[in-house]
């Protein structure tokens, strides 16, 4: 079956650090790869997605790479800022219709 | 534009109680509908789908249900709850016509039963 594995968080860094949240999938065929961020009190939204091996999705500074050799999609970010402390899920799409296996979610802290 | 209105946003309900949250679409039409759980330390799961009114997919077995009564509306219900119902529901919805689209999320029920 399909299945996301993220890093466990939560995950603290000081302002202008640098982040990444490992995120690692298997696939039965050739999925398209998402981030997802959850910002406090508010719903889900696409941050970024890549749909083959080797595109670059970014976006708001952030970028995640899909790499098919090690079934990899880490974000990552040169300098977080404290408002983007939320909780970040990683997610893969392998099916026509728009469903996503979702990953386990890590919680990013940013303090000033 | 889209929106997507989910209520309530925090419902306590004792055991073995009905259920019903409401999700309700704005500014399209025809929209593949979803409901996903996410319990404490788990990912979000797909609960349920909808590609149109009165049709609806399982994902996994379990103690609820979904309706769509109207092209743009999408309900879960359960007629009995249990404890390990408790867990933060979303609806979601995204264009029918093509795949790969981004889902939009509502805000979200944290559903606990006790």
């Known amino acids: 079956g399909n299945s996301v594995t993220q890093m466990e968080g939560p995950v603290t860094l000081s302002e202008e650090a640098f982040l990444t949240i490992n995120c690692t999938y298997t696939?039965?065929?050739?999925?398209?790869l998402f981030w997802y961020v959850q910002y406090p009190g508010e719903g889900l939204q696409l941050l970024l997605k890549?749909?083959?091996?080797?595109d670059k999705g970014s976006n708001k500074g952030f970028e995640a790479t899909y790499r098919k050799e090690t079934t990899s999609f880490h974000l990552e970010k040169g300098s977080v800022q404290v408002s983007d402390s939320a909780v970040y899920f990683c997610?893969?799409?392998?099916?026509?219709?728009?469903?996503?296996?979702f990953g386990g979610g890590t919680r990013l802290m940013v303090k000033p | 534009s889209q929106t997507i209105h989910q209520w309530p946003a925090t419902l306590v309900q004792p055991v073995g109680s009905p259920l019903s949250l409401e999700c309700t679409v704005e500014?399209?039409?025809?929209?593949?509908l979803y409901w996903y759980r996410q319990a404490a330390g788990r990912g979000l799961q797909l609960l349920f789908y909808?590609?149109?009114?009165?049709?609806i997919s399982s994902e996994v077995p379990q103690n609820l249900s979904a309706s769509r009564p109207q092209d743009r509306q999408f309900i879960l219900s359960s007629k009995k709850l249990l404890l390990s119902d408790s867990g933060f529901y979303l609806c979601?919805?995204?264009?029918?016509?093509?795949?790969?689209?981004?889902?939009?999320f509502g805000s979200g029920t944290q559903l606990s039963v006790l």
């Open positions: 979601a919805w995204s264009r029918g016509d093509t795949t790969n689209e981004k889902l939009f």
């Open positions: 696939a039965t065929g050739y999925p398209s």
């Open positions: 890549a749909t083959k091996a080797d």
């Open positions: 997610a893969l799409n392998i099916n026509a219709g728009n469903m996503l296996t």
């Open positions: 500014g399209t039409s025809n929209p593949n």
């Open positions: 909808s590609v149109g009114i009165g049709q």
